[in-house]
């Protein structure tokens, strides 16, 4: 196997395992077990992975992107407090893709991101 192909399945592996992870966050997980693999590495092969489809991009409003390793369209919960993302166990609106547009604008999709406290933020939070 190429080593490329190797990285490529290293960093998808990482995703995968993961699932909500920061690019960084995904660099110091691989970096743990190949510390020969460098973040200009991961970085890239998370960018060809995701634009390959293999992976999801939460471009975040504010803080770090996310990637993720459900590629079927989903909805996210983001917390304010420690930026950790989880799925929604909703269903996913197709049917907005099809509002009334510009007719030179196709939709390819939407992305609805929930902010909060996530449960653990929460409990910190009172104390116990
Ligand atoms: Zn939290
Ligand atoms: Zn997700």
Request: net charge neutral; aromatic share 8%.
């Amino acid at each position: 196997m190429q080593r490329q192909t190797i990285q490529r399945q290293i960093v998808l592996t990482a995703v995968q395992t993961l699932c909500h992870a920061t690019a960084d966050e995904i660099y110091q997980y691989i970096v743990a077990s190949h510390p020969r693999v460098s973040k200009a590495t991961v970085y890239r092969n998370l960018g060809v992975l995701a634009d390959d489809g293999q992976i999801g991009h939460i471009k975040a409003t504010t803080g770090a992107d996310y990637y993720d390793c459900t590629t079927t369209p989903h909805y996210h919960l983001q917390c304010d407090r420690c930026g950790k993302v989880f799925d929604v166990p909703f269903l996913y609106l197709g049917e907005l893709n099809h509002i009334p547009t510009d007719p030179g604008f196709v939709i390819t999709g939407h992305t609805v991101l929930f902010r909060g406290i996530c449960a653990t933020c929460n409990t910190e939070k009172k104390g116990t």
